[in-house]
């Protein structure tokens, strides 16, 4: 701010913001048209994909302090729910999305309920437990198809035109980024949002203001799993398979990462984070099997001298202390 | 009625090594209120420092037998206790008093850092290596079972060394001293306590628990691998949580309980569903009985 306190008058300061923001969009806009490679075009897919997932999760980890290691279980549901709907049972993929990310939320309620009245760091394990046991039913159960998955699914149609190029994909999910990044940056400023912050930050204070902290607790939970469920779907269709390798621990780690890398709360940080776990692999690319060994290192460092993350959200009082 | 003698030893055996490893998730719970996620690997870093042991006692005059064995065993469980002291001193101490979550996520990060660099490392790799020792075939006959000298010496290993943890930790002044710094942390320590140095305590005799129990599962099932103690890691802690976590007789229980629990289940509905039983324990546990099998009301906390 104090840099650009030297070079813009005050009035010129404030659109900064939205014109960085307009800028952002316009160049992933663009970016598939003026880049012809498929390499660069799958990377940005990725980073699509990774960045809506955080933003859910964030909802989650972030805004309400809870500590969810199973999120690709709800990727997983979404995912397979499309696969086996629109496959076994020719639904309209237009019909199965929404359909994923309600299953999604109907199971996240389940789990929610039983685990979030109790401890919280008992949730960690109980969502990583349950994230194991989706994982080992879709690869053990016939109607998703086993070890294999379920392939050859058919891109989805709007108003007659088929998506089937990646590119169309690409549109497809920077459209979903887009809303997605409008409803949970509103969600974060909203009574909820603040609501949850308070609920983060000091449990028995938020109860004596009257804040119903398991209620609370479950809408964040569900509200994350919508969009796993919801991403899910979208992935499936792109991949044109579901296989349960997609959905492993691992995948968790790498969103839990980018939320936590981005700034835990913050929305352009998450973004930011999401970016961030697909790019820095792929220039890692020579040293692969140390991928992991530098995200856990990653995630150590950032937590003993940096917790906020690298975009911290403005309101974030852990940093303050 | 054979085959479920012969299931009950393999139950025993598995069910222990989940009893050690619920040992050190109870003890670090009890005293700083943390779930360590790498506690299960740990367990792996024992198993593996036991197989880099006994590779270098085959290729020297202490050789591979029953003393060699039992050096590398103390030896195993002494280093991966100095691994569990380094830990909670490099990567939890500068946390402490940190919002929940950050601890948290600090140990899922220790958990994948090492994994990997147990990974990357050359002599231990990414390959499942075999151990150096295998469980000898001697043994007797009991109602036409055959029950192996080795697998109830390691079940009665595992058992004395939690007794011995247990008695340690009840009758020793430093056993005390770390129950009052779990009970109250700064009353322990205006009573002249070194309440960090009890925190390291806590984390050396549970990390030598997990590396007497990896060490152990090394030579019973012949064969070790970087990603062994994530499992392991989450059915101790389901085991912690049966017993009541923070209740070192109830991770005892729980761990056995636990071993019991999946030998026998899936004996009925078959191996592929092995893991889905104990998260499911884990799951139905939490749902009616939070506090574990043996209560919080009859366990002292620790």
């Known amino acids: 701010m104090k840099t650009l306190n030297r070079w813009l008058k005050p009035s010129q300061i404030k659109f900064v913001k939205p014109a960085a923001l307009v800028l952002l969009l316009a160049m992933a806009f663009v970016m598939p048209l003026s880049v012809q490679s498929p390499y660069v075009m799958d990377v940005g897919l990725q980073i699509l994909f990774y960045t809506t997932l955080a933003l859910g999760l964030n909802v989650v980890v972030g805004y309400a302090g809870l500590l969810d290691l199973g999120y690709a279980a709800y990727f997983a549901v979404g995912a397979y729910t499309v696969g086996i709907l629109t496959q076994k049972f020719h639904f309209s993929f237009w019909v199965a999305m929404p359909l994923g990310g309600a299953l999604a939320m109907l199971l996240g309620s389940l789990i929610g309920f039983t685990v979030l009245r109790l401890r919280s760091d008992y949730l960690a394990l109980v969502t990583l437990g349950f994230g194991e046991i989706i994982r080992i039913t879709a690869n053990n159960l016939d109607v998703t198809g086993g070890p294999s998955g379920i392939f050859g699914l058919q891109g989805p149609s709007i108003l007659g035109f088929r998506l089937v190029q990646p590119i169309h994909f690409y549109y497809l999910m920077l459209v979903v980024l887009v809303l997605s990044t409008i409803a949970i940056a509103r969600l974060g400023s909203s009574r909820i949002g603040r609501a949850w912050a308070c609920l983060r930050e000091d449990e028995d204070a938020a109860e004596a203001m009257g804040i119903n902290t398991l209620g609370y607790r479950l809408l964040a939970y569900v509200t994350g799993t919508f969009w796993a469920g919801l991403t899910g779907a979208v992935f499936a269709v792109k991949m044109t398979a579901v296989s349960p390798m997609s959905f492993s621990f691992m995948q968790s780690i790498t969103i839990l990462l980018a939320v936590v890398m981005g700034g835990l709360g913050s929305v352009p940080g998450v973004i930011l984070g999401g970016a961030l776990v697909i790019l820095l692999p792929e220039f890692l690319r020579a040293v692969a099997d140390w991928r992991y060994l530098v995200f856990g290192l990653a995630l150590m460092l950032l937590m003993v001298f940096r917790p906020t993350g690298l975009w911290p959200a403005p309101h974030s009082l852990k940093g303050e202390e | ?302």
């Open chain 2, 1 to 302: 009625m054979s085959n479920i003698l012969a299931q009950l030893l393999n139950a025993l055996v598995i069910g222990s090594f989940y009893a050690l490893v619920a040992l050190g998730y109870s003890i670090v719970y009890g005293i700083i209120r943390l779930i360590n996620f790498a506690h299960g690997d740990f367990y792996m870093i024992g198993s593996f420092i036991g197989y880099s042991l006994l590779m270098l006692f085959g290729k020297t005059f202490i050789g591979n037998g029953v003393f060699g064995i039992g050096l590398a065993m103390l030896l195993a469980m002494a280093l991966t206790g100095g691994v569990g002291a380094a830990v909670e001193r490099l990567a939890y101490r500068p946390l402490r008093g940190s919002p929940k979550i950050i601890l948290l996520i600090t140990a899922l990060g220790m958990s994948l850092f090492l994994e990997n660099a147990t990974m990357v490392f050359k002599p231990w790799g990414a390959s499942f290596r075999t151990y150096p020792v295998g469980l000898s075939r001697a043994g007797f006959d009991l109602a036409g079972v055959h029950v192996g000298y080795a697998p109830l010496s390691i079940f009665f290993l595992a058992l004395g060394l939690m007794i011995g943890l247990n008695a340690f930790i009840e009758k020793s002044t430093v056993g005390k001293a770390m129950r009052a710094t779990a009970f109250d942390r700064e009353a322990a320590q205006l009573m002249g306590i070194g309440t960090d140095k009890m925190i390291s305590m806590g984390f050396f005799l549970g990390s030598i628990m997990a590396g007497a129990g990896g060490f152990l599962a090394g030579i019973y099932y012949g064969q070790v691998s970087f990603l062994m103690g994530f499992i392991v890691g989450l059915k101790a802690f389901t085991a912690s949580v049966m017993g009541g976590i923070g209740n070192l007789p109830g991770a005892m229980v729980g761990g056995m309980l636990l071993g019991l629990l999946e030998v026998f289940g899936t004996s009925t509905v078959g191996g592929q569903w092995k893991d889905v039983f104990a998260f499911g324990a884990l799951i139905l546990i939490l749902v009616f009985k939070p506090t574990g099998l043996l209560g919080e009301k009859i366990a002292r906390r620790m």
